[in-house]
């Protein structure tokens, strides 16, 4: 069992930036894919950006490529996205995940797709 837990969100101007946070326990996530999620009020839960085990492979959602960077330090068994040039439109409750299996490059994009989520922490961009 992974017990996944975020933090770094908060209130931040349009342009600004936030690290988003994904410590793990319970278990290694070093043989996991793993993943960033976002839920706006109304809206459905959308992938923001995975990455697979290895580090070797990314994916972002367009909306956020060439702002949003997702990193991960097995070491310390935790994740990462920066975010960079937000917008008020990404202002959301964001959600870590971890899936405990599939290839080198494997980057999963469905929310069914993984096996353990966080709590989520808000994220809010004013304009």
């Known amino acids: 069992q992974v017990q996944l837990e975020e933090s770094g969100g908060g209130l931040v101007q349009a342009g600004g930036s936030l690290r988003l946070s994904c410590a793990a326990s319970?278990?290694?996530?070093?043989?996991?894919?793993v993943g960033w999620f976002r839920q706006a009020p109304g809206k459905e839960r959308d992938v923001v950006a995975a990455i697979s085990w290895s580090g070797t492979s990314t994916y972002y959602a367009d909306s956020v490529k060439g702002r949003f960077t997702i990193s991960r330090d097995s070491a310390k068994n935790t994740m990462y996205l920066q975010m960079n040039g937000l917008k008020p439109e990404d202002t959301a409750v964001y959600y870590c995940?971890?899936?405990?299996?599939?290839?080198?490059?494997?980057?999963?994009?469905?929310?069914?797709?993984?096996?353990?989520w966080g709590q989520g922490t808000q994220v809010t961009v004013s304009s």
């Open positions: 319970g278990r290694t996530l070093s043989s996991s894919a």
């Open positions: 995940a971890a899936a405990p299996r599939g290839g080198y490059y494997y980057t999963p994009r469905r929310s069914d797709d993984y096996d353990y």
